[in-house]
Each structure stands twice: as structure tokens, then as C-alpha cells.
């Protein structure tokens, strides 16, 4: 079944605690992407990859750190979590605009993970 | 980035047309239109995508003018299970001028009532 995982799921941790959230995916797919859904601000871009070992900055990058070292993976890290990291975070996949026909170029979404930092 | 500007709710009845208009003035040559359909807690799903003129599937239409400064989403019929929020998205996803990021923005909470 083609989908995207993240773990984990829910995690509450200490301010200043590193933490990482996996996520994967095995579609092929060469963008991956993170956001951050906070209530009243929906969806806000964090880091994203166009390939392995090419990631750039979205909206939010602060505080935050991702890597790609296979096309599969996509982790993000939280060096020095603080509570203003406190969110659902999704993780999200697709093919590059030109590798699927017009109208099909969609982002594949992951269930979640519900952070809390105190 | 095209920035994109949807009201911010909506609400309607069952079995009824539900159209939401998206704006988006500073649309590039390259860009598509994209709309994803969120429920709560759930991570977003792919709706429908589209260039120009009207594009139809399974569970959506979505019309743009020959201008493409907008785009309007319509859902048939709607039920209950369509409430939910809906976001408008324009870009061109990577087309290997390199992607830019693509902003959810807020979106539109269509509320369905009985």
C-alpha cells in the first residue's frame, strides 16, 4: 500500500530534549516536504527536498533541521526543542511536477504527530 | 509564490452545489492550481488540479477562467462527511526552475448542516 509513515504518532517531551520524527514514504517519490499546523494559522511549510541531499527552507524553518539521505526518508530534527514547537506536524511526499501527468501531481500526506514541549 | 486569498468559512445544506472561489492574482505562467480537503487531525488530501478551464473528477469540478487570476471549486451534492476544510494551492510543484515551497495558507471551512 503506497503511503507516507511518521513516528511517532503523539510525543510529549522537556524543553531544550533533542528529538527527531521519522517519516517515510515508498512511492519513489523525489519531493518530501514538513509542515506545521498550529489552530488558526493552518498549514505552514517548515523544510522541504526536491531529491536526496538537496533540501531548502519553507515558511517556518526556525528551530528546525531535516536531512535526505535516501529518497525514502525524510527525518526532522529539534535540536533544542522549546514550547513554541508545540504542533501537529505532517510529513508529505510526491513526484516532481513533469514525472506525472497534468492534473495528477498531489501531495501524499502522513497521519501526524502531536508534539508538546513543556 | 502565488498568494492565494479563499473566504475563511462557508456553510450550506446537504444535497446542495457548494462552490468556493479562490483568488489568485499573481499566478505564474507555470503554476497549477490544486485543492486539498483536511479533516480534523487527518493530514490533507488531494481534491483536484488543474491549468485552465475546467477540470472534473470523481468528486469535484474546478473551473478556471481564461485569466486565471481565480478558481473556483465545486463539490455536487454535498453531505454531512464533506465538512471540512479546504485549501487552495498554487505552484508549479518543482517543474525544475527550483520548486518553491507551497503555502497552504488558512483555507475554508465549509460547514455542512443537515
Given at each position: 500500500e503506497a503511503q507516507v509513515t511518521q513516528n511517532p504518532r503523539y510525543l510529549i517531551t522537556v524543553t531544550g530534549k533533542k528529538l527527531t520524527v521519522t517519516c517515510s514514504q515508498?512511492?519513489?517519490?523525489e519531493y518530501m516536504s514538513w509542515y506545521r499546523q498550529d489552530p488558526g494559522l493552518g498549514l505552514r511549510q517548515i523544510y522541504y527536498s526536491m531529491n536526496v541531499e538537496v533540501t531548502d527552507k519553507g515558511d517556518v524553518p526556525e528551530g528546525y533541521k531535516v536531512s535526505r539521505k535516501e529518497k525514502r526518508n525524510f527525518p526532522l530534527i529539534l535540536e533544542s526543542p522549546s514550547p513554541n514547537q508545540t504542533s501537529l506536524y505532517f510529513c508529505a511526499s510526491s513526484f516532481l511536477m513533469g514525472q506525472v501527468p497534468m492534473g495528477e501531481h498531489e501531495q501524499y500526506f502522513g497521519p501526524g504527530t502531536r508534539l508538546t514541549v513543556t | 509564490l502565488a498568494k492565494t486569498t479563499q473566504p475563511i468559512s462557508m456553510d450550506s445544506y446537504e444535497g446542495q452545489e457548494v462552490n468556493i472561489t479562490c483568488s489568485h492574482n499573481n499566478i505564474a505562467t507555470n503554476d497549477y492550481i490544486t485543492w486539498y480537503q483536511q479533516f480534523p487531525s487527518q493530514g490533507p488530501r488531494f481534491i483536484i488540479q488543474g491549468y485552465k478551464t475546467k477540470v472534473t473528477n470523481e468528486v469535484a469540478s474546478l473551473f478556471i477562467p481564461a485569466d486565471r487570476k481565480s478558481s473556483t471549486l465545486s463539490l455536487p451534492r454535498v453531505s454531512l462527511s464533506d465538512t471540512a476544510v479546504y485549501y487552495c494551492l498554487v505552484g508549479d510543484m518543482g517543474s525544475g526552475g527550483g520548486a518553491d515551497g507551497l503555502t497552504f495558507g488558512k483555507g475554508t471551512h465549509l460547514i455542512i448542516q443537515p
Open positions: 515508498n512511492m519513489n517519490h | -
